[in-house]
């Protein structure tokens, strides 16, 4: 069931709330357009165009963002349904991603994914490699960077990870960070998170 939390509807700055729709309910995604929510973050292309090709029609104000990893072969149609990218995080993606913003006549802001944990099965650019891939896609490809994403280790203290991140991308003269997510979203909106990626603190768990 839709619900939303109370904390979420007093944030004393401009916040974008990302709802997390994937694996929910076309009925949970009702409850939250009735509610108002028109941002939106799905983490697979497939279901996202699944959950939202119909639903677009008629709420044409939604802003879809991207929050998986995405496969090269996917930027046709990533670019194609989505409005914000938050995962760009290898040269490949970036070169693919642009390549089909060109083809489409569509601008896309993207958001840097970085692996502030620097684990090995995690997503996201290392932070040691992080100014480097910047200007990459900010100069050689002529990305939109607008921001940096992450999402810290499961065990870890977030708030070391969100602070590390604000600092890096203020270092390079950016204004977003995508982080939080219903465990942690306090605790990065003290650190500075400009959007948030919640799902089950929304929706409940996902089946
Ligand atoms: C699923 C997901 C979220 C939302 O997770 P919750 O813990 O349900 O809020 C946020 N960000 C990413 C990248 C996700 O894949």
């Known amino acids: 069931m839709f619900h939303y939390p ?10 974008t709330v990302i ?14 357009l009735d509610f108002g929510l028109r941002h939106f ?30 496969q090269s072969n996917k930027a046709n149609d990533a670019v194609a349904l989505f409005d ?6 290898r040269e490949k ?10 083809k489409q006549r569509k601008n896309i802001p993207c958001f840097i994914q970085v692996n502030t944990g620097d684990e ?5 650019i290392s932070l040691d490699n992080l100014d480097e891939f910047y200007t990459l896609c900010k100069n050689d490809i002529g990305l939109d960077i607008i921001g940096l994403m992450c999402i810290p280790p499961i065990d870890a203290n977030a708030a070391i990870h969100f602070r590390l991140l604000k600092q890096r ?13 219903s465990g942690d ?8 998170a400009t959007h948030l990626r919640i799902g089950s603190a929304l929706f409940g768990e996902r089946h």
């Open 41 to 70: 973050g799905e983490n697979r292309v497939q279901e996202a165009d699944a959950h939202w090709r119909d639903l677009r029609r008629v709420y044409d104000d939604v802003v879809l963002h991207l929050i998986g990893p995405l």
């Open 19 to 32: 709802a997390v729709t994937k694996k929910q309910s076309s009925q949970n995604i009702q409850h939250a």
């Open 6 to 15: 109370d904390d979420l509807k007093h944030i004393d700055r401009d916040v």
């Open 120 to 124: 090995p099965q995690k997503a996201g």
């Open 185 to 192: 979203y306090q605790s990065a909106l003290a650190c500075g």
């Open 169 to 181: 991308g203020e270092n390079l003269g950016l204004k977003y960070f995508s982080m939080g997510m």
């Open 93 to 102: 993606i970036a070169r693919a991603v642009k390549s089909e913003m060109d």
């Open 84 to 89: 914000v990218i938050h995962t760009i995080d």
